[in-house]
Nanobody, 120 residues
Framework: QVQLVESGGGLVQPGGTLRLSCAAS????????MGWYRQAPGKQRELVAA???????RYADSVKGRFTISRDNAKNTVYLQMNSLKPEDTAVYYC??????????????WGQGTQVSVSS
């Protein structure tokens, strides 16, 4: 079983910055894709950004140019640098990862979520 633990959420003023981290632990053979999703009250969970083990990235249109996703494969950790934050970025942010615990044994895991609130 692979566990994901997020950190770095909090309250920030509009225009501010936050950096989220998500570390994977457990029995890990490889991690293919790591990503960040968010869910605001009354809305569906949506993809914010994702990154493959090769470094290819994908962003939601609403965060392009403001958020940057990166990962440290040696630490099994993914980061989300969030700049120029807006009130509409307020949500619970969830980390997601998929890969293999052992050869031929895939996994898909979610973190517990971290609250990001953008307000003056």
């Amino acid at each position: 079983q692979v566990q994901l633990v997020e950190s770095g959420g909090g309250l920030v003023q509009p225009g501010g910055t936050l950096r989220l981290s998500c570390a994977a632990s457990g029995i890990i053979f490889s991690i293919n894709r790591m990503g960040w999703y968010r869910q605001a009250p009354g809305k569906q969970r949506e993809l914010v950004a994702a990154i493959t083990d090769g470094g290819s990235t994908r962003y939601a249109d609403s965060v392009k140019g403001r958020f940057t996703i990166s990962r440290d494969n040696a630490k099994n950790t993914v980061y989300l640098q969030m700049n120029s934050l807006k009130p509409e970025d307020t949500a619970v942010y969830y980390c997601n990862a998929d890969g293999y615990s052992l050869p031929g044994r895939p996994f898909g895991s979610w973190g517990q979520g971290t609250q990001v609130s953008v307000s003056s």
